[in-house]
């Protein structure tokens, strides 16, 4: 039974660090004070263009990007689709065909003054793998890659959940979007005229496009292995009304980027042509405020897209599509109501929490046909989805889903699980192996499965060297993964390497949850395993530096080594020494110790979020600065929250009430993101974060408080019953947590588990302008931790 002591008042030190820390973490501006205005519905306040721009505030992006390139936006899309839907309809402004891109290949980027085209299935948006393209085009035109531009008017462009809608100045056309789960809608309003034309064409591979008829365009994308479309190859577009005229196109044969003279094959009047960019073009006759409809499915075969248009479009009922779009959206985001808040900190919130739900992309429904990991056609006999990004939305994104949507959870497991059998490993992401903390987090939450199913793929990953855990059995046999500097890349950012240091994190953190999945099913011996292994980020973290380090196949650290510096695959993976170091979210407790205790540990934490941001090397990733932390990509994004275990949440508060302020939205345009939004990470952090709560470990069932931004927020969990919080004299200034109940209890911890709130929860807080020190101060109510806490 735990010994309750009289807490002692701070110190002048403490108050001094105190008095420093909220110098450090200035308000929200009295203009952001909550506005009167009515409250719209959910639906209406998610603003897709939310995430499409990079900040725009030099001291927030760091040194990114490098001379010639674009910073790095959030890459989210502005298009019409469903939940989790593989299909969408949308815009695309960047060529990027001819175009360096940031990062993962985006389709569209606010600042881009011409759009080129429109997409709506044959691969998601994201990555700009979408076909074919569409554009509607008034006057002469150009065989792609070099598509023919059209300045639009920004005030005219329309994002909602399920419909976009633009307005091309350069061809006074309109262009509106929406979809259906297995098709998308285009509806264009050309000006009077008979030099109306619409262009569809397979981009850089291309394939073989048809024109059938008078009304229709169908066509078969090239193979792309591993890439090509989950829902089909084939295409089929069928056009509202008949075309006056048509013919075919393609790139010449010969250089991809080539120009000029001879550089293209047009041919008019003919039915069919394959190639590189191979496409149609089909002559209209136009009147003013006459639309034309274009409809259009993607398929395993010819038959089966046309089979989804019969059965998801069967009228030309635009308006039908899209408020049947909507509905769907308000069914989803009316799960989570809120009051209070600022109009901008509504819109973000909705918005965030509309993109929380990019990913895992759905392949088939039960019943419908897909194309499996090794290229099977079969029939679904669930809802089956497509991977889950581990490394980006594992760390979050997965948490959200489990609270609010548990028969998904459950289908995407079993998705993750069938993968897994047909690939003989379970998936993994990037540097680190993560699935574990899908089950794991799932189990905890209590939605019932296979588990054990589950874990014979999951150990095989840890255990099995020829499996696709990179550089296992040396993590194995040393306890920790070598570095090296890559040859032929002699300076920052290091490219190319091996991450070893944040790889023996990332393994270290998997190993955890291993060792409890492993006991919770009965299986000691790999538990007592796992669990030794999961002590493994201790051997890269060098005490005489306080950081983590990489080191030489012989056990010697590296040197030198500058903590500030952001290497990409050298010892740590897209992040510097500085926001590597608290990748142990399993064992806060174990680092604090490490660092030399709690007061060090927050003199550690404090400078990390003070120390100005002026590396040699640059990181396209690291945008969204707070001194060394980086919001804008994934390894140390649950830093904030980490006070919890040292006795000093009210800088977590503090610190994420600031990030939510001037690292979202906080451009010209208002739509900014810190970064890549990676298919929903980055937003679900915002989504949760301006909820009052965040999961530091998603495969744990703790949630560490923040600052809520609005002064009562309800969200429904998948059993039916509600999470509340309530935060009494919420305000820009008031984001301290003064006092705390939980379903009436006086709650002093500065977290609480899913067991608190499982069964309906309401946490009840008192806001301040000034922190309470002594709320959740105390080392019994830090929360748990891999190590027990020292003495």
Do not use: C
């Given at each position: 039974m735990p010994?309750?002591?009289?807490?002692?008042?701070?110190?002048?030190?403490?108050?001094?660090?105190?008095?420093?820390?909220?110098?450090?973490?200035?308000?929200?501006?009295?203009?952001?004070?909550?506005?009167?205005?009515?409250?719209?519905?959910?639906?209406?306040?998610?603003?897709?263009?939310?995430?499409?721009?990079?900040?725009?505030?030099?001291?927030?992006?760091?040194?990114?990007?490098?001379?010639?390139?674009?910073?790095?936006?959030?890459?989210?899309?502005?298009?019409?689709?469903?939940?989790?839907?593989?299909?969408?309809?949308?815009p695309v402004n960047v060529n990027v065909e001819l175009t360096y891109p940031t990062g993962v290949a985006t389709p569209y980027h606010y600042p881009s003054p011409t759009m080129i085209g429109f997409t709506g299935g044959g691969g998601p948006a994201y990555g700009a793998r979408a076909q074919p393209v569409i554009m509607p085009v008034v006057g002469d035109w150009t065989v792609p890659p070099v598509y023919t531009q059209a300045y639009y008017d920004k005030a005219k462009e329309v994002a909602r959940p399920g419909y976009y809608s633009v307005y091309l100045d350069t061809f006074s056309t309109r262009v509106e979007l929406t979809a259906t789960q297995w098709t998308s809608l285009m509806r264009f309003t050309f000006p009077t005229g008979d030099r109306s034309h619409v262009?569809?064409?397979?981009?850089?591979?291309?394939?073989?496009?048809?024109?059938?008829?008078?009304?229709?365009?169908?066509?078969?994308?090239?193979e792309r292995g591993r890439d090509d479309a989950r829902d089909g190859r084939y295409f089929v577009a069928e056009f509202s009304r008949p075309f006056r005229a048509y013919g075919t196109f393609r790139k010449s044969p010969g250089d991809a980027r080539g120009y000029g003279i001879g550089d293209k094959d047009v041919a008019p009047d003919a039915r069919r042509m394959s190639g590189s960019f191979a496409g149609a073009y089909l002559d209209l006759t136009t009147r003013q405020d006459e639309p034309v409809l274009v409809r259009m499915a993607h398929g395993q075969s010819f038959a089966e897209a046309e089979q989804r248009l019969r059965a998801e479009q069967p009228r030309w009922d635009f308006d039908g599509v899209r408020n049947a779009a909507r509905d769907t959206w308000a069914a989803l985001l009316d799960r989570v109501q809120v009051s209070g808040g600022t109009a901008k900190q509504r819109k973000l919130f909705y918005s965030t929490l509309f993109q929380s739900f990019a990913s895992p992309r759905l392949l088939a429904r039960k019943g419908e046909r897909f194309t499996d990991t090794n290229g099977t056609i079969r029939t679904a006999t669930y809802d089956r989805y497509g991977p889950v990004p581990f490394w980006d939305t594992g760390r979050n994104q997965i948490v959200l889903l489990e609270l609010m949507e548990p028969e998904l959870i459950r289908n995407v497991?079993?998705?993750?699980?069938?993968?897994?059998?047909?690939?003989?490993?379970?998936?993994?992401?990037?540097?680190?192996?993560?699935?574990?903390?899908?089950?794991?987090?799932?189990?905890?939450?209590?939605?019932?499965?296979?588990?054990?199913?589950?874990?014979?793929?999951?150990?095989?990953?840890?255990?099995?060297?020829?499996g696709p855990r990179g550089y296992l059995a040396e993590y194995q046999r040393n306890g920790w993964i070598a570095d090296e500097i890559p040859s032929g890349n002699p300076s920052p950012p290091y490219a190319g390497g091996k991450a070893g240091a944040a790889?023996?994190?990332?393994?270290?953190?998997?190993?955890?949850?291993?060792?409890?999945?492993?006991?919770?099913?009965?299986?000691?011996?790999?538990?007592?395993?796992?669990?030794?292994?999961a002590a493994n980020w201790r051997n890269v973290f060098d005490p005489s530096t306080g950081f983590v380090r990489g080191r030489t196949a012989d056990g010697k650290w590296i040197a030198p080594f500058d903590p500030q510096e952001p290497y990409y695959n050298f010892m740590m993976k897209e992040a510097s020494g500085w926001s590597t170091l608290w990748l142990v979210p399993q064992d806060v407790q174990g680092l604090a110790t490490a660092l030399g205790?709690?007061?060090r540990f927050n003199a550690k934490l404090d400078r990390f979020f003070a120390t100005p941001y002026h590396p040699t090397g640059i990181c396209r990733d690291c945008t969204g600065m707070i001194g060394q932390?980086?919001?804008?990509?994934?390894?140390?994004?649950?830093?904030?929250?980490?006070?919890?275990?040292?006795?000093?949440?009210?800088?977590?508060?503090?610190?994420?009430?600031?990030?939510?302020?001037?690292?979202?939205?906080?451009?010209?345009?208002?739509?900014?993101?810190?970064g890549m939004d990676d298919q929903g990470a980055t937003s679900s952090w915002y989504a949760l974060t301006a909820m009052g709560f965040y999961p530091v470990d998603p495969s744990s069932d703790v949630y560490v408080i923040g600052s809520p931004v609005f002064d009562r927020m309800a969200l429904q969990l998948g059993n039916g019953r509600t999470l509340e919080i309530v935060a009494r004299g919420n305000s820009p200034t008031n984001v301290y947590i003064q006092s705390a109940r939980l379903n009436g209890r006086p709650w002093t911890k500065p977290w609480f588990s899913h067991a608190d709130i499982k069964d309906g929860a309401r946490l009840e807080l008192t806001m301040g302008p000034k922190p309470n020190v002594a709320w959740g101060s105390a080392p019994a109510d830090a929360p748990p931790a891999m190590s027990p806490p020292a003495h």
């Open positions: 010994i309750h002591r009289r807490r002692p008042a701070p110190s002048v030190t403490a108050l001094g660090a105190m008095a420093a820390m909220m110098a450090l973490i200035p308000l929200a501006p009295i203009s952001a004070q909550r506005s009167p205005a009515a409250v719209k519905p959910p639906v209406e306040e998610a603003d897709p263009l939310v995430g499409t721009a990079p900040l725009d505030r030099p001291e927030l992006i760091g040194n990114a990007p490098p001379p010639g390139e674009p910073t790095y936006s959030g890459i989210t899309s502005p298009g019409a689709r469903l939940p989790n839907s593989s299909v969408e309809a949308a262009l569809v064409n397979l981009p850089g591979r291309g394939g073989e496009v048809e024109v059938v008829g008078d009304r229709v365009v169908r066509g078969i994308a090239a497991m079993q998705s993750e699980l069938d993968m897994a059998r047909e690939r003989g490993y379970m998936n993994t992401s990037f540097h680190g192996d993560n699935a574990v903390f899908l089950y794991l987090g799932a189990m905890k939450r209590g939605i019932p499965f296979d588990y054990a199913a589950a874990y014979d793929y999951l150990r095989r990953n840890a255990t099995d060297s020829k790889t023996t994190l990332e393994y270290a953190w998997d190993d955890h949850a291993m060792a409890d999945l492993a006991e919770r099913l009965g299986k000691p011996d790999d538990a007592r395993l796992f669990r030794t292994r205790g709690r007061a932390y980086v919001q804008g990509n994934q390894p140390d994004q649950h830093a904030p929250y980490l006070y919890a275990w040292s006795g000093q949440p009210w800088k977590t508060q503090a610190l994420t009430r600031r990030i939510l302020d001037t690292l979202y939205g906080s451009d010209a345009s208002g739509y900014g993101y810190p």
